[in-house]
């Protein structure tokens, strides 16, 4: 018992440790490796009242504020901080077209845009695209500052969102519009034909980064969406916490990809291999016009030919019977309807009789009915000993089993082998052409560039100090806040949270208190002596003296010890009065014509002195 108290005891002390240690860290990322200040007034030292005095208050971070990123010339394709509102309009045209195939109130892309600042704002002057509106279309395009053309270099796009409130459903990804001398921005709508489709989409509980691209068929010309795996890495978070998330994707020439969420790989993968459907088309397909001859036989297995229902089988039997042995109760209700009208119902002020027919209150079940009841009694069903189904012959193997039939494998004359799907349809301009059941978010800091050095240091630039203050900002939140938004990512989480804190709790109850239901029940157990206690005491040691005289103690019972040593005997006096007071406790309850009964005829469980009869008596 001991030491299942030190197990609890310890698993206790461990998750206290655990939690504090937790709590700990979370104070210092709040404080940002800047120490609290505590002054003690000396002169309430000297007196001896040693009050603490609250600690100084955390000194205020001063403000951050935007500064705006320097890129060399030529070194992006498009490079936007959005300086100021005037981006929104000159630089970022708001679509006016309408959807095909889709009513009037519907086709409209009405959704409002704006350009403003975030709220909580974490860099003073910085401003993004703010998509304003619930359950509307939205589209805005931008030109780019040179078009993409894929050859030798790598392509990547980046840019940050930011779900102010949040996003429950709705896209957030940005279309890159292919070169053409179609291309009108002001007539930007969702079949405005693009190259790369990149960004987070969520609704409901089901989160996608997509990655779609549209491959030109070599042979026909026809375009096809080739779809990317999806991410292996965690990107939930960025729906929920309100921060703003820097989203990155990288296509390498070699035709490899990499997919980064806040600088963080998420995805990666190769055009030619982790793309749906396969951009190459299979060398071999079926034969469309092969046929499967009448005579095929691919059935494996066949009904036995010989086999015959035995004379016995009734298939007629039903699977339930009445049962035989039932009896009806001879209290059964046979007149007792079982469901009465109920007498509280009332007839409601508004009903008409002529519309609504003749008012009849509802039904309650009868309550004579509960312990016996009522109505016609019929006997319960059991299952039928007789039953046997409808007869099958048994199943062997077909002698005439030919194997699966497949048809036969032809060349595919649409087959074609592309082996740079890198080099894709240039871009002209980016998109973004979204729906969204939640408003306020806001993008920032796009750039297309085909160098990481710009990208990373755009990023250094632009999304790094945002992120710092936001996180410096929410450092404050609880631990508890904290522990609750890590099992968004990483649900089994719940399972160390159970681990770590009720299991420690229900051992510290169940080892340090095992029997604390029973003390209440049995006060001879506790410490504090009694009247009784004193009674059975002396009652004990009466016993005792006649046991002795008899020469032995009962079966079952410790030795008696010398007269000498006096510990001992004290304890085993002890030992006897406490199963001798719990013997008589239940005798006391015991009828007295069973205790006389039991007493003569020698089947008590230990001998009692005339002197105990007498005490019990008395």
């Known amino acids: 018992m001991k030491l299942h108290r030190l197990l609890a005891l310890t698993l206790l002390l461990a998750s206290v440790f655990v939690i504090g240690h937790c709590q700990e860290d979370d104070e210092d990322m709040m404080m940002v490796d800047d120490d609290e200040d505590y002054e003690i007034d000396d002169e309430m030292m000297m007196d001896g009242e040693a009050e603490e005095e609250e600690p100084a208050p955390k000194e205020t971070r001063p403000p951050k504020y935007f500064v705006a990123p320097e890129i060399e010339d030529g070194a992006a394709h498009l490079a936007e901080p959005f300086l100021n509102a005037e981006a929104l309009g000159s630089k970022w045209i708001v679509s006016k077209a309408k959807k095909d195939d889709v009513d009037e109130e519907l086709a409209k892309y009405d959704g409002k845009w704006a350009v403003e600042e975030p709220e909580p704002q974490a860099l003073i002057g910085d401003f993004g695209l703010v998509l304003k509106s619930k359950a509307k279309h939205h589209a805005v395009s931008a030109s780019l500052d040179k078009p993409f053309v894929f050859e030798d270099e790598p392509f990547i796009v980046q840019y940050e969102v930011k779900y102010q409130n949040g996003m429950e459903c709705g896209g957030s990804y940005v279309k890159l519009l292919s070169d053409n001398q179609g291309l009108k921005l002001s007539e930007f709508h969702d079949k405005t034909p693009y190259t790369i489709m990149f960004g987070p989409d969520k609704c409901g509980g089901d989160n996608k980064l997509h990655f779609i691209f549209r491959h030109k068929n070599p042979e026909t010309g026809e375009y096809e969406e080739k779809h990317a795996k999806k991410p292996t890495g965690t990107f939930s978070q960025v729906f929920t916490d309100k921060k703003t998330h820097l989203f990155t994707l990288i296509v390498e020439p070699d035709n490899n990809y990499e997919i980064l969420v806040d600088q963080r790989s ?317 013997q008589s406790s239940e005798k006391a309850e015991e009828p007295a014509a069973e205790e006389e009964k039991s007493a003569a005829s020698g089947d008590s469980p230990s001998r009692k002195s005339p002197r105990q009869r007498k005490s019990r008596k008395e």
């Open 266 to 582: 998420v995805s990666s993968g190769n055009l030619l291999e982790d793309m749906t459907p396969a951009v190459n088309p299979p060398a071999e397909i079926d034969d469309p016009d092969d046929k499967k001859p009448s005579d095929w036989d691919d059935k494996k297995k066949i009904p036995d030919p010989e086999a015959v229902k035995p004379d016995d089988w009734d298939e007629d039997a039903p699977a339930k019977i009445p049962d035989p042995d039932a009896e009806k109760p001879e209290d059964w209700l046979d007149d007792e309807p079982e469901l009465l009208d109920d007498p509280d119902a009332e007839k409601p002020e508004d009903w008409d009789d002529e519309m609504d027919g003749e008012w009849e209150p509802p039904k309650i079940k009868n309550p004579k009915c509960d312990d016996v009841g009522c109505g016609v009694w019929e006997e319960p069903m059991i299952t039928n000993p007789d039953y046997k189904g409808k007869w099958k012959a048994a199943m062997i193997d077909n002698p005439n089993y030919k194997g699966e039939w497949k048809p036969r494998r032809i060349s595919n004359p649409g087959f074609f082998e592309d082996l740079e799907p890198f080099k894709m349809t240039t871009i002209a301009a980016v998109g973004l052409e979204l729906w969204s059941m939640t408003d306020q978010i806001l993008f920032d800091n796009f750039l297309i560039t085909s160098s990481r050095e710009v990208a990373d240091k755009w990023a250094a630039d632009t999304w790094a100090p945002k992120k710092d203050e936001e996180n410096y900002s929410s450092s404050g939140d609880s631990v508890v806040g904290s522990l609750l938004g890590a099992t968004e990512e990483r649900p089994w989480l719940w399972a160390i949270y159970a681990l770590v804190i009720l299991i420690p709790i229900f051992l510290c109850f169940r080892f340090c208190f095992p029997k604390g239901s029973s003390d209440a029940e049995h006060p001879k157990k506790s410490d504090a002596t009694s009247p009784d206690d004193e009674d059975a005491k002396e009652e004990g040691e009466e016993e005792e003296g006649e046991e002795e005289e008899e020469g032995g103690n009962e079966e079952g019972e410790a030795e008696a010890e010398p007269e000498g040593e006096e510990d001992t005997s004290v304890r085993q006096r002890k030992k006897k009065t406490k199963a001798d007071l719990e």
